[in-house]
């Protein structure tokens, strides 16, 4: 066994209840086997986008995404914050996730955002069952990246994703980092967020 597939070992969940595997086997790499995501297989994470639940089956998610080697990805790599972009250039592909504001009805859509989640959690296990690892990222510059892609009114950046296929070498980490891609995996208990009849502090 090689050190990356120890990783992987040690980064499945200790839960407290049996669940589906691929939940258990799901984490966010900062390293990735340095093999390009297929066409095919790139198209079938986003046919699992495609099937996602929407409210009003409005699919208001956009994505926009690039290659490592194409000015796009050195586009997006430019609009992360410092902390993330320390690592993120070793993924195959970047993306940039986006939501349409408002419904047909040009009323605000309150559930896109939702409906953006509900999206990503399709594709973070449709990677997962494929062999990819997805980091989502929250630490992006959203005005910076409306503007540096020319997004159309009507629709915001909400999050980035780092994508590839899992493997890589943690010696590419800088040493804070290798010690947060082998840290125990903490959750909160479940009675800390699932409350039974009655709202709980």
Not at 4 to 11: F, M, P, S
Not at 56 to 73: L, M, S
Request: net charge neutral; hydrophobic share 35%; aromatic share 10%.
């Amino acid at each position: 066994m090689n050190r990356e597939e120890q990783i992987r070992l040690e980064n499945i969940a200790d839960t407290e209840h049996e669940i589906f595997a691929l939940l258990k086997q799901r984490y966010s790499p900062r390293i990735f086997e340095e093999k390009m995501i297929s066409e095919k297989d790139l198209n079938r994470l986003f046919e699992a986008v495609r099937w996602s639940a929407s409210s009003f089956n409005r699919q208001p998610w956009r994505f926009i995404y690039a290659k490592k080697g194409e000015d796009g990805y050195t586009s997006i790599l430019e609009c992360l914050t410092d902390g993330n972009k320390k690592w993120a250039d070793n993924a195959p592909l970047l993306m940039i996730t986006l939501f349409k504001e408002d419904n047909d009805e040009g009323e605000k859509n309150f559930h896109a955002l939702h409906d953006l989640g509900l999206s990503l959690g399709n594709m973070t296990i449709q990677a997962q069952y494929m062999g990819i690892g997805l980091h989502h990222m929250a630490g992006i510059d959203q005005e910076k990246a409306q503007k540096m892609f020319e997004v159309s009114d009507g629709f915001k950046v909400a999050s980035a994703l780092a994508l590839g296929y899992y493997g890589g070498n943690i010696e590419a980490l800088p040493e804070d980092l290798k010690k947060r891609e082998v840290a125990e995996r903490k959750r909160k208990r479940i009675d800390q967020f699932a409350f039974h009849g009655k709202w709980k502090n």
